[in-house]
T-cell receptor, first 109, second 113 residues
Framework: DAKTTQPNSMESNEEEPVHLPCNHS???????IHWYRQLPSQGPEYVIH???SNVNNRMASLAIAEDRKSSTLILHRATLRDAAVYYC??????????FGGGTRVLVKP | DTEVTQTPKHLVMGMTNKKSLKCEQH?????MYWYKQKAKKPPELMFV???????INESVPSRFSPECPNSSLLNLHLHALQPEDSALYLC????????????FGDGTRLSIL
């Protein structure tokens, strides 16, 4: 399974944007890039996914590098409820998700 | 509130017990998943069911036995577990077995005495 590399943790101030990087240099042509987050004491929550083009939804934006070897999840205005572990995952065939270590995001008021 | 319901929320069992974890969804999803998550670690995929058939088994020990009686229900039967099997067991579903969003339940926290 292709691997992803993320920083262990990031801090942000409330109402400021958060840019979460993810490196995936061994990505294959058919791998989708997924982002999930996990709040304390909850199951993971889908955030966004994409293949080649940048994607936007109500939760976040996903910026994918032209060579697809990296991507960035953008939370436009962080709130205290966005404090969570954010996972960048490459989705192989059959929607098999292999979670990496994730980035723990701390939002300061 | 989650649309994937897992019961029980907590389970304590001895190594000789037999118990089952249950997962239910009513979103019409045709793919369902079991994950295991140890403390402070990411979730690890165990099994995938697609259209009620087992499509992926990630070399899980036979003391874990999955079952998908119908498209809305997924069970995980447990027998002769070891203390190291103590973990959070997460169920997820997705519309089909393709690259779409998975919806997770909040898990069953299992402790093996």
């Amino acid at each position: 399974d292709a691997k992803t590399t993320q920083p262990n943790s990031m801090e942000s101030n409330e109402e400021e944007p958060v840019h979460l990087p993810c490196n995936h240099s061994t990505i294959s042509g058919t791998d989708y890039i997924h982002w999930y987050r996990q709040l304390p004491s909850q199951g993971p929550e889908y955030v966004i996914h994409g293949l080649t083009s940048n994607v936007n939804n109500r939760m976040a934006s996903l910026a994918i590098a032209e060579d697809r070897k990296s991507s960035t999840l953008i939370l436009h205005r962080a709130t205290l409820r966005d404090a969570a572990v954010y996972y960048c995952i490459l989705g192989a065939a059959g929607n098999k998700l292999t979670f990496g270590g994730g980035t723990r995001v701390l939002v300061k008021p | 509130d989650t649309e994937v319901t897992q019961t029980p929320k907590h389970l304590v069992m001895g190594m000789t017990n037999k118990k089952s974890l249950k997962c239910e969804q009513h979103m019409g999803h045709r793919a369902m998943y079991w994950y295991k998550q140890k403390a402070k670690k990411p979730p690890e995929l165990m099994f995938v069911y697609s259209y009620e058939k087992l499509s992926i088994n990630e070399s899980v020990p036979s003391r874990f036995s999955p079952e998908c009686p119908n498209s809305s229900l997924l069970n995980l039967h447990l027998h002769a577990l070891q203390p190291e099997d103590s973990a959070l067991y997460l169920c997820a579903s997705s519309p089909y077995g393709g690259p779409g969003p998975q919806h997770f339940g909040d898990g069953t926290r299992l402790s093996i005495l």
